[in-house]
């Protein structure tokens, strides 16, 4: 069964630091989506993407953040100096046609800003 | 404004019992998605219903069951004799069909032990 995969698992940073995750949607989605769970707390919007822009984002997703398709497979999310709050667990999400289909979400990127 | 309230932060029971989570969502689009979602200590996120604001009729597939009521604005989650690879944390979510990306809007989730 096709899953969205993520890298790495688990990526410890310095406050200040660059990062960038990595996402692989399930090939056929056109829909793309980061949202963010600080620990012990809701699941949080970031950023959609469609047709290689960003759609819609949330207020949390600031200049800090950007997102990008560098090919066919991947989404990626950067954010390029990170915070001590930017700690959390990133999830990746794809769905095949927006709207009202379900998102399929990869196992989540836990980010830990030191 | 939209917003998904679970009243309920913590529920224990005990295997074989059911148990009811309470999903109370708020928005102004006549036509919008329902979205029930369990995340076990494994952490991933796993989808297990979806609803339209269109489709009232309740659904059942196995030992779970939603029951969705427009009228109060409530998508609710039976586990019917509960087990303890329930045990999860449950999200109840939001896609509005104004926004044709459906980005969710989440509640802040019920945790659920089922102990043995």
């Known amino acids: 069964e096709p899953e969205v995969t993520q890298t790495p698992s688990h990526q410890v940073t310095q406050m200040g630091q660059e990062v960038i995750l990595r996402c692989v949607p399930i090939?056929?989605?056109?829909?793309f989506y980061w949202y963010r769970q600080i620990l012990g707390q809701k699941v949080e919007f970031l950023v959609s993407?469609?047709?290689?822009?960003?759609?819609?984002k949330s207020e949390i997703f600031d200049d800090q953040f950007s997102v990008e398709r560098p090919d066919g497979s991947n989404f990626t999310l950067k954010i390029r100096s990170t915070k001590l709050e930017d700690s959390a667990m990133y999830f990746c999400?794809?769905?095949?046609?927006?709207?009202?289909?379900?998102?399929?979400f990869g196992p989540g990127t836990r980010l830990t800003v030191l | 404004a939209q917003k998904v309230t679970q009243a309920q932060t913590e529920i224990s029971v005990v295997e074989k019992e059911d148990v009811t989570l309470d999903c109370v969502y708020e928005?102004?689009?006549?036509?919008?998605?329902l979205f029930w979602y369990k995340q076990p200590p494994s952490g991933e996120l796993v989808f297990l219903i979806r609803?339209?604001?269109?489709?009232?009729q309740n659904e059942i597939s196995g030992r779970y069951s939603w029951n969705f009521q427009k009228s109060t604005s409530s998508f609710n989650f039976t586990i019917t004799a509960s087990q303890v690879v329930d045990s999860a944390v449950y999200f109840c979510?939001?896609?509005?069909?104004?926004?044709?990306?459906?980005?969710?809007?989440f509640g802040k989730g019920t945790k659920l032990s089922v102990k043995p």
């Open positions: 979510a939001l896609s509005e069909a104004r926004r044709s990306q459906g980005n969710l809007i």
């Open positions: 999400a794809s769905s095949e046609s927006g709207g009202e289909d379900e998102q399929f």
């Open positions: 993407f469609y047709n290689n822009e960003i759609s819609e």
């Open positions: 609803r339209n604001s269109f489709d009232e």
């Open positions: 090939s056929n989605h056109l829909y």
């Open positions: 928005t102004r689009d006549t036509t919008y998605y």
